[in-house]
């Protein structure tokens, strides 16, 4: 069966096909990546949130910016203390 003219298209595959399991695998991998972060923020106070971050990570916030693990550490510190 041929696409029709209205057919999306992502990564050059119909946007009706169904995932596969490499595509599941990585989907479940981030969603549990951004859940573990959020916790990690809510309930921890972020103290170990700079190690979602890659060494010379970019954390940010409006027109503020945190480069890497000791900008961002000290981003969430103030939360530590309260």
Not at 11 to 37: H, Q
């Amino acid at each position: 069966m041929l696409p029709s003219q209205n057919t999306q298209f992502i990564n050059g595959r119909s946007a009706k096909e169904m995932l596969d399991r490499d595509d599941v695998e990585l989907w479940s991998a981030l969603y549990r990546d951004a859940t573990n972060f959020r916790y990690e923020v809510d309930f921890n106070g972020g103290a170990q949130a700079h190690e979602y971050y890659l060494p010379d990570g970019l954390f940010a916030v409006g027109d503020n910016r945190f480069e890497g693990y000791d900008k961002i550490r000290a981003y969430y510190a103030p939360r530590l203390h309260t």
